[in-house]
């Protein structure tokens, strides 16, 4: 969201009561232009829950979050929290966070994946534009793990999606799963994470699959 954006959807979230849980798991992965305010940041009436994660840029297994509400909302999520999920091995995984806190600086460990992360999404970004067909369109991210690709209107995302699996062996999540309405949604996007892999197997993966995508697009 833009600026102008965020503090529109604050105004009317405290002009009509309701409440806006800001999920920002991504926010200090970001690699290019400014970094935006938070909601949460301009909020003075306690509208916006902030939702966070360490899983994110420090280890997945973790899986540690963190929130930012008014005291009254905690409270309430933290009894919550605490006849749904067992507490079980989780003291000791946030204690030796807490540790990792103290010793590093982890601005700068976030700065160091920020440059990793980024060399790998224009990679992908210029590998997509050499050898995908010019009708699929793509997302071009600020930040995050993933792009967005687009093919044609009335295309078959989950078949092709399919076809990369068997044929190609690459793997690729499609976008009906990121919709309300799951695979009833007619949706012809899917997504790309562009960190998990090495430079050599970006470029490698892309290439196969736009020569995929041109096969499959011409039938």
Same mark, same amino acid.
């Given at each position: ?102 010793? !590093?600086?982890?601005? @700068?460990?976030?700065?160091? #994946?920020?440059?990793?992360?980024? /060399?790998?999404?224009? =990679? *992908? ?67 790309? !994470?562009?960190?998990? @892999?090495?430079?050599?197997? #970006?470029?490698?993966?892309?290439? /196969?699959?736009?020569? =995929? *995508? ?6």
């Amino acid at each position: 969201m833009s600026l102008q954006k965020r503090k529109a959807v604050y105004e009317l979230a405290v002009k009509y009561q309701v409440l806006i849980l800001e999920d920002n798991v991504y926010g200090e992965l970001r690699y290019r232009n400014a970094p935006l305010p938070n909601i949460k940041e301009f909020d003075t009436e306690g509208t916006v829950v902030y939702v966070g994660s360490v899983s994110k840029w420090i280890a997945p297994a973790m899986r540690i979050g963190f929130l930012a509400a008014n005291r009254e909302l905690i409270s309430l999520i933290l009894s919550i929290k605490a006849a749904l999920v067992p507490n079980e091995g989780t003291d000791m995984i946030q204690c030796s966070l807490w540790k990792m806190f103290e010793e !590093n600086d982890m601005h @700068e460990e976030i700065r160091k #994946i920020c440059k990793i992360y980024s /060399r790998k999404l224009f =990679l *992908m970004e210029e590998c997509m534009d050499e050898f995908f067909p010019a009708s699929v369109r793509r997302s071009s991210p600020d930040g995050g793990m993933y792009i967005w690709v687009t093919l044609p209107e009335g295309s078959d995302v989950q078949a092709f999606c399919r076809e990369s699996a068997i044929r190609i062996h690459i793997p690729i999540t499609p976008g009906h799963d990121f919709y309300v309405g799951g695979a009833k949604q007619q949706c012809t996007s899917m997504r790309f !994470n562009f960190v998990k @892999e090495n430079m050599e197997d #970006i470029a490698y993966g892309i290439e /196969r699959v736009g020569e =995929l *995508m041109k096969h499959y697009l011409s039938l």
